[in-house]
């Protein structure tokens, strides 16, 4: 089918390299749970190995159930390649990884997953890569923290709790003449953000949340746009442009060629993977699978179910305050009006007024929403920041990051809205009242 004009609900549906099993005649993508895959005759296996010619060798690199998945996201996403990985951690670590080594540095937005923050700070520290954290409010502050050692941008398109739009294509425009990528996690906005649009470079995803959908499987993914002039800036990248010692001497941004611009993600699959290991079981590929073609479906019932409850909550007279892009202001509202297409994301943050101990009973008085510290699951969920995810932050370090000590963080689901509105409703009304009490 004519797929390049295709839109995103059929593209989740269609997208990619899968049409049918090619001996069976399956329709669903099978859940190839094998390890190796036999070569036709030495000169086959040959020509793989040296990537003459790309097929499956060893599960740890590729899987046909994998690649069902990376190439319809692919096509969904309007990117090049992509690569499927065990966690959204896996996907961010290599995706810079790919780019930078021992000495090098990136610069990244502050506004990070907790998760991402701790292996940028942390884990890649203690690998001599060194991260640099830089207000996005300003875009302008990539560029004051670029040196000669800068590989790559880093930021998440929606962060939460703030809940503003990260300036893309500002930031893109600044690293694109110096060959530096933009480099985005755009798990809170699949479809809602279109990163490649705006100029980013490389996007990842927790699979875990919206993609997935349902709550079952912890994954991740790289989708390289196709779309960076990585040949243009040898000396910016040379992990591209160095011959390879692991892989007899390869260049990267010549050796795939042929293949299209897909130097980056074939050098992160045929190293990082390959050396690392963190390939995403068949299972979960095929659960990522079920859950991407009703993803166009969800994602837009979440954005209405989200505008809704927004809408509630800021009419609500407990609630001193409503995060929400749909009602961002100034240059927040302009970030809000460029970058969402089609709804506002569904997370929707707000402060009670009766402060810390009115979050901590609104979570308990909860009876639909589910309390977890995840996003993006069919369901709706919650969760009071400060006495869960940034705890072990002092109480002037969780204000920095946007968590007042009344902030509830909600990831509003598919289920019918009004329903969430009543078990919001029923617990807002329980959340002051043993503080009012005790206040007579
Ligand atoms: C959950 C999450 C991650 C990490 O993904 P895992 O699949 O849990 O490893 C990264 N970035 C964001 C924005 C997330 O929400």
Known sequence: MPIETARPETLALHGGSWRADPTTGAVAVPIYQTTSYQFQDTGHAERLF???ELGHIYTRVSNPTQEALETR???LEGGAAALAVSSGQAASAYALLNLARTGDNVVSSTDLYGGTWALFAATLKRFGVEVRFVDPADPENFRRATDERTRAYYAETLPN???ELFPIQEVADIGR????PLIVDNTAAPLTVRPFEHGAAVVVYSATKYIGGHGTSIGGVIIDGGNFPWEEHPERQP???EPDPSYHGAVWVEAVKPLGPIAYAIRARVTLLRDLGAAVAPFNAFQFIQG??????????HNENAIKVAEFLKAHPKVARVIFPGFATGEAKRRADTYLRGGYGALVGFELKAGKEAGRNFINALKLLYHVANIGDARSLAIHPATTTHSQLTGEEQLATGVTPGYVRLSVGIEHPDDIITDLAQALEASDVELLAAAE
Do not use: F, S, V, Y
Request: no cysteine; hydrophobic share 55%.
């Open 239 to 241: 992990l591209l442009h």
């Open 73 to 75: 996201l692919a096509a």
């Open 177 to 180: 003449p110096l060959g530096i």
């Open 161 to 163: 709790p703030k809940l």
């Open 292 to 301: 991407l073609e009703t993803l166009p479906l969800r994602i837009r019932q």
């Open 50 to 52: 040296a990537l003459e």
